[in-house]
C-alpha cells in the first residue's frame, strides 16, 4: 500500500459459499473492531489476533474517523510489508459497501489464511453504531456462530478465543475474559460491569484484584454484562436479544446490551487474557482536571439516561449523585469537567441521545 485503497464496488458478484468448518461442532467467530483515527492500536490488536491459536475466525473493522482516518488505516495495517495483505477478490456480499458502511477492503493476514475486511463507515456512527454496522450486514450470513467485539486498544493472548469459544459452549450467551491494565498486567482492569441501583454507577467487578486469582460463583453472579472491550456473545444471545442499542453513542451500550440479556447467562474464561490500554481513542487519566472532556460529559449524559430508561423513579436520586460529582470535579480544580458533568446530566434527563453537539473548549 502507498496511500492508494482498493475497495470492492457496489455492483452484483456472484456470493461465495459458505465458509468452512473444521469439522461439525466447529464454532465460526466475527470479531468486530470499531476504529476511531488510532490505526497504531488497531495494528496491535490484529498482530494479537494473529497469534491466536483459534483458527475458525473473520475480523471486520470499522473505521468511524472519516476518509482521511481510513485510509491512514490502510497505509498502516495493509502497506506492503504491514500486517495484513489486501486482496481484490469482491465475490462475497459481506465485501460490498451498503447500510452504513461506505467503503470495504478486503485483506487477509499475511501470517494466516483468516479474512479482514476493513470498512469505511458513512459518519461518525460511536462504538455501538459501528459494531451494528457491520452486524447489520453479519445477520444475512449464516456461516457465524458468534460475534466477538473488541476494542482496538487491546491485544489477545494466543489462547484468548479458544477460551472463550469453550465457555460459550457450556451454555453462556455472553463471555468474557480477565481484563487487565496494559501497563499492570498483574492487576485485573475487570471481570465484567455491574449497574449499581443504589447510585446509579457502573462498577468495575474485580478491580486492582491480582490477576490469576480464582473466580468464584459469587463474583460471577455480581456482573451485569461483560465490558465492550472484549465481549462475545452468541448468534442465539443477538438472535434474542436484539443489537446494540447504538443511540448511546459511546458507554453504557455493553451494559444496556447485557442487562437486557433475558435468560441468556453471563460467563467468565479465567483462561482469556486480555491487556487493555484504554482511552486511546478519546483520552482518560486518573486526576480529574486531565480527564477527556468527552468521556466527562457522556459518562454523566448516558449514565442518566440509561437511569431514565431501566431505573423506574430511581433516576431522581441518580441524578443527585451526579450532581454530588460534579460538586466533587469543582472542589478537586476541574471546573470544566463539573460544568460537562451537569450539562452532560440536564442532557441525560431531556433524553438527549447520539453524538455529542456540544462545545468541548
Not at 188 to 202: E, H, I, K, M, Q
Not at 232 to 253: H, N, S
Request: neutral net charge.
Amino acid at each position: 500500500m502507498t496511500g492508494h485503497v482498493e475497495v470492492c464496488d457496489g455492483r452484483h458478484h456472484p456470493s461465495e459459499g459458505a465458509m468452512s468448518n473444521t469439522g461439525p461442532d466447529a464454532t465460526r467467530i466475527a470479531v468486530l473492531i470499531v476504529s476511531y483515527g488510532n490505526p497504531g492500536d488497531v495494528d496491535r490488536c490484529l498482530k494479537s489476533l494473529a497469534r491466536s491459536d483459534f483458527e475458525n475466525f473473520d475480523v471486520f473493522i470499522c473505521e468511524n474517523g472519516g476518509p482521511e482516518a481510513y485510509a491512514s488505516l490502510m497505509e498502516v495495517i495493509a502497506h506492503e510489508h504491514g500486517t495484513l495483505q489486501q486482496i481484490e477478490d469482491c465475490s462475497h456480499q459481506l465485501d460490498r459497501p451498503g447500510g452504513r458502511l461506505a467503503s470495504v477492503a478486503k485483506c487477509r493476514f499475511r501470517s494466516r489464511s483468516n479474512l479482514v475486511r476493513v470498512a469505511l463507515a458513512i459518519d461518525n456512527l460511536g462504538y455501538a453504531g459501528g459494531v451494528n454496522a457491520w452486524l447489520e450486514k453479519l445477520l444475512g450470513q449464516p456461516e457465524w456462530h458468534a460475534v466477538l467485539v473488541l476494542n482496538p486498544d487491546t491485544e489477545v493472548v494466543e489462547t484468548c478465543l479458544s477460551q472463550l469459544v469453550a465457555k460459550a459452549a457450556e451454555g453462556y450467551g455472553m463471555v468474557g475474559g480477565v481484563l487487565v491494565f496494559d501497563d499492570s498486567p498483574n492487576k485485573v482492569a475487570n471481570y465484567g460491569l455491574r449497574w449499581s441501583a443504589l447510585t446509579g454507577r457502573v462498577i468495575a467487578v474485580g478491580r486492582n484484584s491480582p490477576a490469576g486469582r480464582r473466580l468464584t460463583p459469587e463474583i460471577v453472579e455480581r456482573i451485569d454484562a461483560i465490558s465492550g472491550a472484549c465481549m462475545l456473545v452468541t448468534r442465539d444471545f443477538i438472535a434474542d436479544v436484539g443489537l446494540m442499542m447504538d443511540d448511546y453513542f459511546l458507554y453504557m451500550e455493553d451494559l444496556d446490551w447485557g442487562r437486557r440479556r433475558a435468560s441468556h447467562r453471563i460467563g467468565v474464561a479465567e483462561g482469556a487474557l486480555i491487556r487493555h490500554v484504554g482511552g486511546t481513542t478519546i483520552g482518560s487519566a486518573v486526576d480529574p482536571r486531565d480527564q477527556s472532556h468527552l468521556s466527562v460529559y457522556l459518562s454523566a449524559r448516558n449514565g442518566i439516561l440509561y437511569s431514565r430508561r431501566r431505573a423506574g423513579w430511581r433516576w431522581v436520586f441518580h441524578s443527585a449523585i451526579w450532581m454530588l460529582y460534579a460538586l466533587r470535579y469543582l472542589l478537586l480544580g476541574a471546573p470544566a469537567a463539573a460544568r460537562l458533568t451537569i450539562a452532560g446530566l440536564w442532557h441525560g434527563i431531556n433524553g438527549r441521545t447520539g453524538r455529542p453537539e456540544i462545545s468541548f473548549d
